[in-house]
Nanobody, 122 residues
Framework: QVQLVESGGGLVQAGGSLRLSCAAS????????MGWFRQAPGKEREFVAS????????SYEDSVKGRFTIFRDNAKNTLYLQMNNLTPEDTAAYFC???????????????WGQGTQVTVSS
């Protein structure tokens, strides 16, 4: 059974940084593209970033490009999202996702974590 467990969320001031982690189990981690989605209060769920099997390919939503970095440690079955220069607009529940299809990882991922809350104060 695939499980994705996020951690690292919390409260941070604008301009600060957080690193989110996603521990994956029940899958062959290196055979899955991974990613992050987020959902802010009253808003639609949106794609944040994705990373391919080995980390060779990455994709970012425009508003986080240059501020967030997605990376993975396949030896630890763990996905990360380094979030720098945070703004209140980044406040959302962040979800770890996984899929064996690159396109699906960005659009319709098959597996989801439970989410971790990130709140950025001004």
């Amino acid at each position: 059974q695939v499980q994705l467990v996020e951690s690292g969320g919390g409260l941070v001031q604008a301009g600060g940084s957080l690193r989110l982690s996603c521990a994956a189990s029940g899958l062959t981690f290196s055979r899955y593209n991974m990613g992050w989605f987020r959902q802010a209060p009253g808003k639609e769920r949106e794609f944040v970033a994705s990373i391919s099997f080995t980390g060779a390919l990455t994709s970012y939503e425009d508003s986080v490009k240059g501020r967030f970095t997605i990376f993975r440690d396949n030896a630890k079955n763990t996905l990360y999202l380094q979030m720098n220069n945070l703004t209140p607009e980044d406040t959302a529940a962040y979800f770890c996702v996984a899929d064996q299809s690159w396109v699906a990882t960005r659009l319709r991922p098959g597996y989801w974590g439970q989410g971790t809350q990130v709140t950025v104060s001004s």
